[in-house]
């Protein structure tokens, strides 16, 4: 089995390392590195492109949520769970978080991490073309295509 890494950033110490321990102890992930503050994830982030990013939004400085911007372009196929002390519906919807949980709810923290992993184990599939009989269409007729210049000969200019 595959096993996803993940930038943990949160900054109390006693969730850092019950979390950290979660996820060195769950068997789809692996640590990939820690910070204590928003920027010092956002540089984790952009050195290492890990599956998950595990952050939360009550930081010290600069808040958890001022960074989803830059962190998502820095690395777009990196996905966000926040932590919120507050609701996690106002999180909801903005670029590169893809789940939003209380923090204090451990149970809906392992059950993002859970569903995260599944996603990525076996992702929806996305402007897969249709595939009839033999092979695709559209191959066929660009093959065709190829072939029929192939048997065309260079025409020779007379001397």
Known sequence: MIKHTVVLGIADE????????????????ELAGMADNAISTLYMVTASKPAVVLLADDSPGIRGRDVLAEMAAASPSSLVIITTPGEPEALIGRPGVAEAVPQSDLDAIVKALNSLANFLDD?????????RGRGDRRMIQDWTKVFAERRTRPRRVPI
């Open 14 to 29: 006693m969730a850092s390392a019950h979390l950290r321990r979660l996820i060195v102890d769950h068997p789809r992930f």
């Open 123 to 131: 992702p929806p599939s996305m402007g897969q073309p249709e595939r």
